[in-house]
């Protein structure tokens, strides 16, 4: 069997692929599975250490961008539906999806206008303009909100969940060794959040008197991490300061507290691991969508959101210190979390598409 999964660009888009990758060798391991990326994208690094192939196509976003790049993105869509075809043409697939990012647009097209059985996964409740097209051509369509399939031809689409790495399913049931610290993850999605690193900063001074009893591992993204880094050295806090963290899964078996964005993925991965974030949603997302994943876990207990304009190192550090002060807490909001973890949705999206081939072929 041979299957191509198209787009990425971020973690967002990218890690839900991996997952149905993971999913089709699972049920079959003679599976030879193709991403189909971009060179910028982030599946160009990270696709190469996890095992598997990828095409590139030219392709770059259109949307919000000045009238130059406007042009030279237009220009590039005959090339890279070209490219797709070709692509396409010598892997020989038996099933395409495309999982968001700008480069699953013309990968789906192109597999949609050679006959080939064709599918988009969407992870967050307002869809993005490339699978908002795609709706019109895929023969299925994978949502993970029961809103977002108002949007869609219902006839094609199924409430699938978001798609989650085994990795992170299993960091629910690994023991946690004894630790001398209570671990925070500090993330901002695969580039930084440059107000989650600020507001961090902020709140080192007070955090400074329980440098005996916290550990940090903060991903800053590439561009601010030796300012970072010396920010933690200047207050004697123990911590791990990276631009890009590798092995996600391990960093939330030992994380004890979570802050980061509100991205669909993140969201996925921490429920599935059972873990406690306190989100900031980053307030500029398409439709204020990370906002309204994020007041989703509040209000279910699983889950504390801080707004970013009301943001602070004082207020930061007040949250912080009353989960590290209140284990009883700490544990309720953890169960809320495992309760909302769908560790089943790449196993209903490889199901529904092995289902579409069969009646295909």
Known sequence: ???????????????????????????????????????????????????????????????????????????????????????LKQFHPQMVIGVGGYASGPVVLAAYFMGLPTAIAEQNAVPGITNRILGKFADKIFVTYARTAELFS??????????????????????????????LLIFGGSQGAMAINKSVVEMLPQLSGM?????????????????????????????DVTAFIIDMAEAYRQADLIICRAGATSLAEITAAGKVPILIPFPWATNDHQTKNAQALADRGAAIMINEKDLSGNKLFEVVEGLLSNPKKLRLLEENSAKLGNINAASNIVDACLELMSLRN
């Open 1 to 87: 069997m041979r299957i191509v999964i198209a787009g990425g660009g971020t973690g967002g888009h990218l890690f839900p692929g991996i997952a149905i990758a993971e999913e089709f060798i699972k049920r079959n391991k003679q599976t030879e599975v193709l991403f189909i990326g971009t060179q910028k994208g982030i599946e160009s690094k990270l696709l190469g250490p996890a095992g598997y192939e990828l095409s590139t196509i030219e392709i770059e976003g259109i949307k919000g961008r000045g009238m130059k790049a406007l042009m030279k993105g237009f220009y590039q869509i005959p090339q890279s539906l070209w490219q797709s075809r070709r692509i």
């Open 154 to 183: 219902r006839s094609k689409v199924s409430i699938s969940g978001n798609p989650v790495r085994a990795a992170f399913i299993n960091v629910r049931s690994l023991q946690k060794a004894e630790k001398k610290f209570f671990q």
């Open 211 to 239: 440098k005996n009893e916290v550990h940090i591992l903060h991903q800053t993204g590439a561009r601010e991490v030796e300012s970072v880094r010396a920010a933690y050295d200047r207050h004697g806090i123990s911590a």
